[in-house]
């Protein structure tokens, strides 16, 4: 087995806005449909200055760097096999 790389990951403001932009539009439309048209519409484009797509915005809802930091999260990343550096807060992301 190849030995995998850690990474420290730091926020980007621009980039954390348009994360929690699709976050709350995904809540308050339940679609990813309606997500991706709300992103076209009002031009909102990726950090490659793309147009977003729903794949690219499902991957957004799914990853784990954005789920706030709980006992709960760690256990459930630990049982997927996933290795959790640093201390739950219940408040940010690891």
């Known amino acids: 087995m190849k030995p995998r ?8 403001k621009e980039e954390l806005e348009v994360v929690k932009l699709i976050f ?5 439309l339940k ?8 992103l076209l519409s009002n031009n909102i484009k990726t950090k490659q200055g793309k147009d977003w797509n729903k794949k690219q915005i499902q991957q957004v809802l799914t990853n784990p760097v954005y ?3 709980t006992n709960e999260v ?11 550096i640093g201390k739950t807060d219940n408040k940010h992301a690891f």
Do not use: H, R
Request: charged share 25%.
């Open 74 to 84: 760690v256990e459930y990343l630990n049982s997927l096999g996933m290795a959790v």
């Open 31 to 38: 679609s990813l449909s309606q997500v991706n048209k709300f």
């Open 67 to 69: 789920v706030k930091s």
């Open 5 to 12: 790389k850690m990474y420290k990951l730091s926020p980007v």
């Open 24 to 28: 709350d539009k995904y809540l308050e």
